[in-house]
């Protein structure tokens, strides 16, 4: 098992409360304003762009996807790609350790991770600390407690290991229902000025569904994003015909501060 390594720093540690944070998250004036039902029928998103800072920060906007993602119905599993904040361990890594929440255990796709693992190293230690994957998960578990998923941590984001683990991820999905999840903030401590400028030249380009020019842009302007492969690496897997930028936010529309973190939440539909 991999234990919670942010539960009670990130978002609260019973259970209960984790289930009034994440409500909260949808009720708040930031958010989507209303808790969705999870819906059945024919699904349109297979990829998303989520922030993972604390839920007070960045949660109402985290909503946003997770409304839609409600709305659109439940794939049969998740994937889900943050980056390797602290660099431990592989350079990009799965791991076939079932990660548990105050909600639960969310059980881990092994025939994702079987094919993925000719590819990928599978080491638990690269995700012993990454918090940018275990915040997602209460988020999917409101709404199912039974859905699996495929952890992706990634230390090395340049464009050709993203473009690779894509062409991977892609094979190892084959004709599946799979949502592709990719967990990044963006722009890290400017002006709330400089986040929004320079985040909307990053989005433009995911919005064009071009992972080339996700890098480029992030690269040539130095935006200060810590999640660019995993976005890279779920367009290249996903493909999509469209994508959609359901809110842009920052940790200073929560509280007033001169120095913000950048949050926006994407959808990519077939």
Known sequence: MRHPAVAGKFYPRREADVMEAVEKCFLSPLGPGE?????KGERK????????????FSGPVAAHV?????????PEAFVIIGPNHGGMGSFVAITTEDFVTPLGTCKI???MASKMECWVEDDPFAHQHEHSIEVQLPFIQYFDRNVKFLPITMAMQ?????KEVGTHL??????????VIASTDFSHYVTEQKARTEDMKVIDQILALNPRGVYETVIRRDVSMCGYGPVMTM??????????LLKYGTSGDAYPMPEVVGY???VVRR
């Open 170 to 179: 892609r094979s190892a999905i084959g004709t599946r229902d799979v949502v």
């Open 45 to 56: 998103i297979v990829g998303a762009v989520v922030p993972h800072a604390g839920y007070e």
């Open 158 to 162: 340049d464009y050709d290991t993203a």
């Open 35 to 39: 808790i969705p039902k999870l819906a």
């Open 264 to 266: 926006g939440g994407i």
């Open 109 to 111: 796709d092994k025939e």
């Open 235 to 244: 367009l290249e897997a996903v493909g999509g015909s469209e994508a959609k």
């Open 66 to 74: 997770y409304a839609e993602l409600a709305k659109d119905g439940f």
